[in-house]
């Protein structure tokens, strides 16, 4: 795979992205989210994103803490090593080309989503504290992922700059197909303007109103369990698992596709391959 093919790939991705069309309903969802949310009071608007953004730092802070995230870290240093062996930092693996880095990251990838199609299945099980911690547990795993591949890319997550990046990668990758075009152009963007590589200077907000349609899929996803976790084969609810499994697999799929893209081109960039 050579670099203009990994270019073609993010390019035709894009353009797929650009061209999605909302159905009716998607539409109507919009609307309904927008109306919804105009009749609450700003400032009790405020303090609900506010306390989510934080949420979010939080979980950065744990992640970045655990001896789960140190071995993931240890891990990429190890297989960038097999590629060149004086890499002994995370910024080191910017030395190597987009094709090895994006072997690498595709191990990490392929272990996040398999983790997240456990971790639905198990959901699946129609279980109340499963069912009631699933959505918190797929942020930490998909932000996880996220962080990750940026990792494999060689950004330091602890620095300011790339934790706000990631956050901002994982928001984005997290909305509906039809917003995904203008957050990619957001991002990249603001990644072209960038002159303190260290220091974050841009807007701080994560989260907003159009952040909602996944949990709202993933409360739906719940009544779905909920309805037929009692269809039993062999003792097992396999309808209420393939659906936990199912839709968890595919949320951290489109997530790490969209990651994955970006740092690809985020790393073409700094090479002036773009």
Same mark, same amino acid.
């Given at each position: 795979? =050579?670099?203009?093919?990994?270019?073609?790939?993010?390019?035709?991705?894009? +353009?797929?992205?650009?061209?999605?069309? /909302?159905?009716?309903?998607?539409?109507?969802? @919009?609307?309904?989210?927008? +109306?919804?949310?105009?009749?609450? !009071?700003? @400032?009790?608007?405020? %303090?609900? $994103?506010?306390?989510? *953004?934080?949420?979010?730092?939080? =979980?950065?802070?744990?992640?970045?803490?655990?001896?789960?995230?140190?071995?993931?870290?240890?891990?990429?240093?190890?297989?960038?090593?097999?590629?060149?062996?004086?890499?002994?930092?995370?910024?080191?693996? %910017?030395?190597? *080309?987009?094709?090895?880095?994006?072997?690498?990251?595709?191990?990490?990838? /392929?272990?996040?989503?398999?983790?997240? &199609?456990?971790?639905?299945?198990? =959901?699946?099980?129609?279980?109340? #504290?499963?069912?009631?911690?699933? $959505?918190?547990?797929?942020?930490?795993?998909?932000?996880?992922?996220?962080?990750?591949?940026?990792?494999?890319?060689?950004?330091?997550? !602890?620095?300011?700059?790339?934790?706000?990046?990631?956050?901002?990668? $994982?928001?984005?990758?997290?909305?509906?197909?039809?917003?995904?075009?203008?957050?990619?152009?957001?991002?990249?963007?603001?990644? %072209?303007?960038?002159?303190?590589?260290?220091?974050?200077?841009? *807007? @701080?907000? #994560?989260? @907003?109103?159009?952040?909602?349609?996944?949990?709202?899929?993933?409360?739906?996803?719940?009544? &779905?369990? #909920?309805?037929?976790?009692?269809?039993?084969?062999?003792?097992?609810?396999?309808?209420?698992?393939?659906?936990?499994?199912?839709?968890?697999?595919?949320?951290?799929?489109?997530?790490?596709? $969209?990651?994955? %893209?970006?740092?690809?081109?985020?790393?073409?960039?700094? +090479?002036?391959?773009?």
């Amino acid at each position: 795979m =050579t670099k203009q093919r990994v270019l073609k790939g993010i390019e035709t991705w894009r +353009e797929h992205q650009s061209s999605y069309q /909302a159905n009716d309903f998607e539409m109507m969802y @919009d609307d309904w989210i927008r +109306e919804s949310f105009s009749r609450i !009071n700003p @400032d009790i608007k405020q %303090k609900f $994103f506010s306390k989510l *953004d934080g949420w979010l730092f939080h =979980t950065h802070a744990f992640l970045q803490g655990s001896a789960f995230q140190n071995d993931a870290r240890e891990r990429i240093l190890t297989v960038g090593r097999i590629f060149q062996s004086d890499i002994t930092h995370i910024e080191d693996m %910017k030395q190597l *080309d987009v094709n090895k880095l994006t072997y690498i990251a595709d191990q990490q990838v /392929a272990r996040g989503r398999l983790y997240s &199609f456990a971790q639905g299945g198990l =959901t699946g099980t129609g279980g109340w #504290l499963l069912l009631g911690i699933d $959505f918190p547990l797929m942020t930490i795993l998909n932000l996880r992922a996220v962080q990750l591949i940026g990792l494999t890319f060689g950004h330091e997550m !602890n620095h300011p700059y790339e934790m706000m990046i990631s956050f901002k990668v $994982f928001h984005a990758s997290m909305l509906p197909k039809r917003l995904q075009a203008a957050a990619w152009d957001q991002l990249i963007e603001e990644v %072209k303007l960038t002159q303190h590589p260290y220091v974050y200077e841009g *807007d @701080d907000k #994560l989260t @907003d109103e159009t952040w909602f349609e996944q949990p709202m899929k993933q409360a739906f996803k719940s009544l &779905f369990i #909920l309805m037929f976790k009692r269809k039993l084969t062999q003792g097992i609810p396999l309808i209420s698992v393939a659906v936990g499994a199912y839709s968890n697999y595919q949320l951290t799929k489109q997530m790490t596709e $969209f990651a994955m %893209k970006f740092y690809q081109y985020r790393h073409l960039l700094s +090479e002036k391959e773009v």
